[in-house]
């Protein structure tokens, strides 16, 4: 066989291709692209994170593992996102909701399935609503998942699949956001990364009352776009949704 069409071992586990009998090697799954799939995992737990990077490395030559996070914001801030792929836990330590990752991996480009232990119908279906082109339970095989993988990216033997098989909901697809000055924008970036409101005053060198004053000012804008910010939590969702972190 000429050196270019050298496979790696055991095409017929993972491409599923051969047929019965043959005698000829197996040959690769039609439909793959010219290049891998990237994909990025994000799960909080490392032990777990290393074992599904390096399962897919072994056993899914036609997809890259390009980033994988132990948080939202690692994952957000890393150069190698957007990834055409992104793998999702739905429980991590930052107060960030399910929905507003599902719609900032959207709105960047990359298609999302939920991988999860809490499969819940109400955490389903937020993450469905919101875009996800599919929600998993981490109890499945990842043979499933990255059959499932597959399908949602397209790449099922040559049968053409629709990459975003759910349409945005129009929350999602239409989103007013407000318009800030550069101190309400500084402000914003600072409180939603963890910082107190003395802390954002200090280090944007204002007095508290100013800093404060920002922040509600922040509050009444979103307010007035149908967005409310009232809690901290809030306001952290919105900043991940509209870029500022």
């Known amino acids: 066989m000429p050196a270019e069409h050298e496979q790696p071992p055991a095409p ?50 036609d997809f890259e593992v390009a980033l994988t996070a132990t948080s939202w914001l690692q994952l957000v801030h890393s150069p190698a996102f ?5 793998l999702i836990d739905v429980q991590l330590r930052e107060p960030v909701s399910i929905e507003a990752r599902v719609r900032t991996c959207r709105a960047a480009g990359a298609t999302v399935i939920v991988l999860t232990g809490l499969d819940t119908p109400d955490l389903r279906e937020r993450a469905l609503r919101a875009g996800a082109a599919a929600f ?10 990255l059959a499932v993988a597959r399908e949602v990216m397209g790449l099922t033997g040559g049968r053409a699949v629709q990459r975003d098989w759910r349409p945005l909901p129009r929350a999602a697809e239409q989103v007013q956001r407000p318009r800030l000055s550069l101190g309400e924008e500084a402000a914003l970036r600072l409180y939603a990364s ?14 508290f009352e100013t800093a404060k004053t920002y922040l509600r000012r922040v509050r009444e804008k979103y307010a007035r776009v149908n967005r409310p910010a009232s809690r901290k939590v809030d306001l952290i969702q919105r900043a991940t949704e509209d870029g500022y972190l």
């Open 136 to 145: 998993l339970g981490k109890s499945r095989p990842l043979a499933e998942v």
């Open 194 to 207: 963890g910082r107190s409101t003395n802390e954002v005053a200090v280090e944007m060198h204002v007095q």
């Open 12 to 61: 017929t586990v993972i491409g599923g291709a051969a047929r019965a009998g043959r005698a000829t090697p197996a040959a690769p799954p039609r439909g793959l692209p010219k290049r891998a799939v990237r994909v990025a995992l994000l799960d909080d737990h490392e032990v777990l994170l290393d074992s599904m990077a390096s399962w897919l490395r072994a056993n899914a030559p």
């Open 82 to 86: 957007p990834t055409d792929l992104v």
